[in-house]
């Protein structure tokens, strides 16, 4: 019997660039036509901030940037969550937004959570299996209780009780904690909803961060 | 053939006070053991206008206010999005805020917001139809597809494409309602997990207002 | 940082009666267009002792009304699941009642039964978590048992099974009580799926019954 | 290539009789320990009828006979529900009644009423199709209509609205069709919830009846 | 209580042959026109013993005709899975194939296989189990072990774990046959798929089989 | 008001080699102990090209080596779905690929036919898109329709239609073109089940393809 030769996968059937799913990402942010709002100037600063360090204003917050109170109110809440001191570590609260966002087929937030997964740990195949099933990855019984506790809280909210909290204090995790979880897993499906609702499309430049 | 009367209702097997569900739930308001932290001045001043005007302080007011960012947070996120200008009337956010509390099923928002539902409307059923199936309520075709939007972004995210957004646009709603409509939607879908991640519970007074 | 007050939930925004919710809840109690049929003296005689006892015929009942036959089958099986002698009380029935409807979101069920909840026991926010989540009720381990045999077999009757039976007796129910909290369980699985088939509308009066 | 016979399904790797599915259903109906009840002559009556038609007395009398009250509402509402005058056909009652069976999966239901589709059509694919798929058979519109409305109610309740009774009511259903539809499908799925919670098991006789 | 007879099954409101489901089943196999290819000699031979065994061409084969190289590599698969040595009994990849085919409503495997798990077992009410609902058949601990994780694979594969297969071995079986298992199972999730995206129909002469 | 900077995502919190997810993909290729059996010389030379034009054998490849014949038979339906004549380009086969691995949430499927559609298609976010919500693509109609059909097809088999068939065929795809689609979407639907029930890990080298 004949066969056929192994697929070469290289040979492209090329999508020329200006119809590659990016092309107008950094620049068509949402479908909604809304007009720039007068910023603050603390929102300025931050947005300086962000195009110096990361290179661009992550779309999400050009999407907010329509009305100042709440692109501050988004920034206030969001910086608390991931950036301010926790029991959890950045990389967690990363991987909590992930494993929230691919239960929730966030392409916004998979792909820009997704690299930073990739960049804090530097190890690029855990953000995929963030994004792809969590319970594929090789994970600690401490991340494994987390995210079974964020990804039930997101697919069944109704169904959380003490056993669940119980779990994480058996994980190692303080009451504290427990709320830095469900807070965290709580706001990406807040954030999930606002970005698929208004099909938020993430800056071009997330998708070949820490590969 | 002899028939059995009709129940009587008002015969009693009451249950004594101390064993009443809203028994602990002015005192023990969530399941997580937080110390209160050091209030600012303005969240200060804020719990005392609540107290002042409503009778008490909401538990979930009570709940974040461990940590004084993350109560700032929540509260500047929350009047931004449920009390400033908006094309969408308070009413028809707090009843966005029902009927996705009731996709969840979350006790603390469906007994707080219900009660405002039925505070601002006056129509005491409309609040029980918001919590119980909002399909069942006599809707105008505006409110009938905020509500449509609202509980298909609460139950299936991934699903929203243009046409949900366009069915608004024809509802009469402009973009700028769109992302209202959004953010309150996806608001509740944050604070129902918080609330039922944290086992938090409503404040007795809601159960009788407006009635 | 200046902030909002807090919302003043007094501030209506009134709806007028003729637009409430309930304004045809007594005169159009389906979507269908049935005639009354001729009722038996016994039947004459029940809606009778309703009107003077409860001062109004239950809406479920002048549904049936077109049909004596189908009128008298209901009643009967009604009254012998609900008052009938049990090792089930009154209120676990009315318990298992609403848990049910609250399942199948059936608007007629929850606005009766849970009445007859808060009626029974005296305990208003009992009726309350019935129709929110029962989950989150503070429910004796007899109870819990009870109702998570009935809304299982409501929501996947495919995966009852020997544990799912061996779960009740180890609260103390006997192989008759299974029976009976399935037979009151499937009967608002029968009754829930008659109304919401039909848009039935309950009395306005149950609403403000025992808050 | 050298390939394998096609299967001969006729070598059978046979069960002993004893260890036949059916070994016990003619006996232990259910897994509930219940005895039998004192019946009424009229109850009597009916068994005794059952055994000289049928040539057995259906499982789920036997089951509801440890109370005569019970059986009694019972056989009252099935024989109306069932064999009364309606706009539908006793084929099409029990084409509904396998049609919402299916969906709940319940052994006894499909397998009693499966028999009884086989035998008033004399089509006992038509049967196999009520019980495995109700979509994948050549349906007239009108049973189309009539099913999808019954697997709707089955599946979703809550999601009936006004546009599911017109689609009966285009495809040439009146309005007491429409409740007998109704009333039919919420039967079976009292039925199906009270045979899945006790195990019922049917009577060994229907799987061969009309085949 | 004058009651009404007990239904005769036996008064047929019998539908024509040339209406009956069967009529075309055996002549307009898919939904698809495609015209038969060029068989090989190997699949010619193949069709011609199934005709001499089985009496007939099973539609599955007929439909994969327009295309030999498919019809071959199908054909090589099915052989393998279901008749090739294994620690898996026919009957028990048989049983794996109608508990699958269950899950995913095809009428085409439901039937064709039904029949299989019929001859097999010598148990026909076996093979309406199986067509039903598995978990309400009497299993042995090793075959409900068995479809346990056929089905869940079949239902949810993205929480299949450790524990999953572990199940598998505490029930008996080896990592070989655990693959068989899974392979058994998940060639069915395939064909399911090719039937009902085709509306393939079985061939009439299964639905007699093993009666 | 001070706030935060943004997050810096290069401050890695990164992770030992040795505890990377992808430490052992490439040794450790599946759950189950099966040695490797006599492989033919076909599969022989098949292996070895593999290694040739790729650089390594895809695990999926290596986990069927314990049987040469189930390895023969998958590699040949496989490459005939897969690379034989088709309406279908190959891009678009492997964009099937994805959105069903991803309905499914397989890790092998989403990371080896992720980077097939990255490479074919030269546009690395089109990979992502498939893998994450396909819903989100800027789709061409031919596209969305093919994927649509694909996707129903693998979550609700059940409940395809000939209007399922004529979507496509609206979409200009003949009755040869839906046997593919529905073929490539099958296929897997079985290939994610024999790699998650499995535990299959993709190999090492794919994450880092055509980004």
């Known amino acids: 019997m004949k066969r056929k030769k192994p697929s070469n996968i290289k040979a492209k059937q090329s999508i020329p660039a200006t119809e590659r799913q990016t092309a107008k ?8 036509a ?7 100037p603390a929102m300025q600063a931050y947005f300086a901030k962000c195009q110096e360090k990361l290179g661009f204003v992550p779309n999400v917050l050009s999407a907010y940037a329509f009305d100042n109170a709440k692109l501050e109110a ?3 809440m969001y910086n608390d969550l991931m950036l301010a001191p926790s029991g959890l570590s950045k990389l967690e609260r990363e991987m909590i937004a992930v494993a929230v966002s691919s239960h929730n087929k966030c ?3 998979l792909v820009a959570h997704g690299a930073a997964v990739r960049a804090l740990s530097g190890d690029p195949a855990l953000g995929e299996l963030m994004a792809m099933n969590y319970r594929a990855a090789r994970l600690s019984k401490r ?3 987390m995210l079974d506790f964020a990804v039930k809280l997101t697919a069944e909210p109704w169904a959380m009780e003490e056993e ?9 995790f303080t009451d504290r904690d427990v709320w ?6 709580s706001f990406y499906n807040m954030s999930n909803r606002v ?5 938020m499309r993430p800056n071009s430049a997330y998708h070949k961060q820490a590969r």
Chains 1, 2, 3, 4, 5, 6 share one sequence.
């Open 25 to 32: 990402d950094d620049s068509e942010m949402t479908a909604l």
């Open 34 to 40: 809304l007009q720039r709002g007068n910023l603050s």
């Open 74 to 76: 988004f920034v206030a």
């Open 107 to 109: 392409y916004y937030c």
């Open 143 to 145: 991340h494994r209780a």
């Open 164 to 172: 669940d909290r119980e779990a994480l204090r058996q994980a190692g």
């Open 180 to 185: 830095d979880i469900a807070a965290v897993a």
């Open 195 to 199: 970005a698929s609702a208004t099909d």
